[in-house]
Nanobody
Framework: QVQLVESGGGLVRAGGSLRLSCAVSGSIFRVAYMGWFRQAPGKRRELVAG???????NYADSVKGRFSISRDNAKNTVYLQMLSLKPEDTGVFYC??????????????????WGQGTQVTVSS
């Protein structure tokens, strides 16, 4: 099957930086759109940044100029470089991807997958 495994979260002071990584593994044919979402305590999960297989990106207004999303298609990995972190960036960050994969002996399926989440805490 398909797995998304995130890494790189942690505790950082305001103004600091972190780099998140998410690797997609399994019997994969293609990974299309990849994105990072954030869920703060008591709030809905929201899109932080996304990137297509061709490299087009989009960002939430709150992170523009501070966060940068990139991907390595050969490694099926997406990254989120976070600079100038603020306390309001605190939350669980989830990786998300649209993946075409081998779903049986010969069948190909495409669906959206989520990672397990990684905690980012920014102290003031």
């Amino acid at each position: 099957q398909v797995q998304l495994v995130e890494s790189g979260g942690g505790l950082v002071r305001a103004g600091g930086s972190l780099r998140l990584s998410c690797a997609v593994s399994g019997s994969i044919f293609r990974v299309a759109y990849m994105g990072w979402f954030r869920q703060a305590p008591g709030k809905r999960r929201e899109l932080v940044a996304g990137i297509t297989s061709g490299g087009s990106t989009n960002y939430a207004d709150s992170v523009k100029g501070r966060f940068s999303i990139s991907r390595d298609n050969a490694k099926n990995t997406v990254y989120l470089q976070m600079l100038s972190l603020k306390p309001e960036d605190t939350g669980v960050f989830y990786c998300n991807a649209d993946v075409s994969y081998l779903s049986g002996s010969v069948d190909r399926s495409t669906r959206n997958f989520w990672g397990q989440g990684t905690q980012v805490t920014v102290s003031s």
